[in-house]
C-alpha cells in the first residue's frame, strides 16, 4: 500500500459529461502530481499542486483541470468528455525530502 | 526536454534466472533523477528503484540494481533471480533533480516481462 488513495477506482460515464477524481496524498506530502495513462499516449504527466498552488503543467487539456485543497488532498474535474479521453488516471505523491513519488491505485475512466 | 528511450517492447525470461531491461534517456538537465516503476497486471504503479545523476555508485535495492552509464546515457534495470510474481509492465522514467521536481516524471512506452516456470 502506497499510501495514496484514490477515489472512485472505476468511473463509466457518456460523452459530454463532467466527472471528479479525488485523491489523497501520503500523511504529510505536500506535493501531488496528476497522470494520465492510455494505450495511444502512454504515461503523460498532467499537472502538479505543492501546498495547494499549482506548481507545473504538463499535457493538460483546457477542459481539464485540477485544485489542491488545504487538507492537501486534490481533485482532477475532467469536463465535456470525449471517447479518447477514456484513460487510467493516476495521481501521485512526494515529499519530506525523499526523491520518490509513491502513487495511487488509479481512477480507470471509461467514456462511452 | 526530457526523453526515455525503451526498446524492449516485450522479454522473456525463465524462473530464478537475471534478465535486464533496457532504458537510455535524453536530457538538457544537468542534475537529473532516473527511476524504475512496475505495473503488474492489476494497474498500480509501484517504485522500484531510483539513481541521481551524481551518484557514483549504482543503486541497488534486493533483487533489483540500476546499471547506470552516464557517457552512454542508459539507465538499465537488473532483475535477479527472476520470480513469477515479477512478470509485469516495467516504465523507466526521470525527473529533474531538486526539491518537488522528482515526481514530475517522463515515462518511456515500458516494456512487459514475462517469467516462464
Known amino acids: 500500500d502506497s499510501g495514496v488513495t484514490q477515489t472512485p477506482k472505476h468511473l463509466i460515464t457518456a460523452t459530454g459529461q463532467r466527472v471528479t477524481l479525488r485523491c489523497s496524498p501520503r500523511s504529510g506530502d505536500l506535493s501531488v502530481y496528476w497522470y494520465q495513462q492510455s494505450l495511444d499516449q502512454g504515461l503523460q504527466f498532467l499537472i502538479q499542486y505543492y501546498n495547494g498552488e499549482e506548481r507545473a503543467k504538463g499535457n493538460i487539456l483546457e477542459r481539464f483541470s485540477a485544485q489542491q485543497f488545504p487538507d492537501l488532498h486534490s481533485e482532477l474535474n475532467l469536463s465535456s468528455l470525449e471517447l479518447g479521453d477514456s484513460a487510467l488516471y493516476f495521481c501521485?505523491?512526494?515529499?519530506?525530502?525523499?526523491?520518490?513519488?509513491?502513487f495511487g491505485q488509479g481512477t480507470r475512466l471509461t467514456v462511452v | 526536454a526530457q526523453k526515455i528511450t525503451q526498446t524492449q517492447p516485450g522479454m522473456f525470461v525463465q524462473e530464478k534466472e537475471a534478465v535486464t531491461l533496457d532504458c537510455t534517456y535524453d536530457t538538457s538537465d544537468p542534475s537529473y533523477g532516473l527511476f524504475w516503476y512496475k505495473q503488474p497486471s492489476s494497474g498500480e504503479m509501484i517504485f522500484l528503484i531510483y539513481?541521481?545523476?551524481?551518484?557514483?555508485q549504482n543503486a541497488t535495492e534486493g533483487r533489483y540494481s540500476l546499471n547506470f552509464q552516464k557517457a552512454r546515457k542508459s539507465a538499465n534495470l537488473v532483475i535477479s533471480a527472476s520470480q513469477l510474481g515479477d512478470s509485469a509492465m516495467y516504465f523507466c522514467a526521470m525527473s529533474r533533480a531538486g526539491g518537488t521536481s522528482y515526481g514530475k516524471l517522463t515515462f518511456g512506452q515500458g516494456t512487459i516481462l514475462t517469467v516462464h516456470p
Open positions: 501521485a505523491s512526494s515529499g519530506g525530502g525523499s526523491t520518490e513519488a509513491f
Open positions: 539513481q541521481g545523476s551524481y551518484d557514483q
